[in-house]
């Protein structure tokens, strides 16, 4: 490829930089989930969340989250492990089954909760609490619970 008669070149990581860079520009929150049962996919948690922070801003919330807790008897990721992790990379820590919708709706609820403080904190800070009540773009998102909505029976069901 040629531009103005030079030869043209971008290398795969200049363009892969450029595309993390967009996707998570104004990003606030992040879970990482691992499955339980399968330790490579814990094991790839650090490298996910160095690039969360080489990427992100510094207060972003980030929970870590091991799923599939409704095979704990084919668990390779112990919950002490996980746990010992969040707390020292200071993270939030739940698990999961999206199978059984066990402590899934929690986990976006705590999230949503972390980032609602930091916005209205920030807010406060800089004297500006009218915009703590939500964020600048977006839709309003209503987390209290509604016992009235009918319940579903797994994560999936419609």
């Known amino acids: 490829m040629t531009r103005n008669g030079k030869m043209f070149q971008r290398s795969t ?3 892969y930089r450029a595309i993390t860079s967009a996707y998570y520009r ?3 929150g992040a879970l990482l989930v691992y499955d339980v ?3 490579v996919t814990f094991e790839n948690i650090e490298r996910w969340l160095k690039e ?3 990427h992100t801003d510094p207060n972003i919330v980030v929970m870590l989250i091991g799923n599939k807790s409704d095979l704990q008897h084919l668990s390779a990721v112990s ?3 996980a746990k010992a992790f969040a707390e020292r990379e200071s993270l939030y820590f739940m698990e999961t089954s999206a199978l059984e919708a066990t402590n899934v709706e929690n ?3 705590e999230v949503l909760s972390q980032i609602h403080h930091i916005v209205s904190k920030k807010a406060v800070e800089t004297g500006n609490e009218s915009a ?3 964020p600048s773009k977006g839709q309003t998102i209503n987390i209290k619970d509604d016992s009235s909505a009918p319940k579903k029976s797994g994560c999936c069901s419609s």
């Open 132 to 134: 703590s009540s939500i």
């Open 107 to 109: 986990a976006f609820k």
């Open 52 to 54: 969360l922070r080489d």
């Open 13 to 15: 990581q200049e363009i």
């Open 79 to 81: 919950t002490e492990d």
């Open 26 to 28: 104004g990003a606030v």
């Open 37 to 39: 049962t399968r330790s």
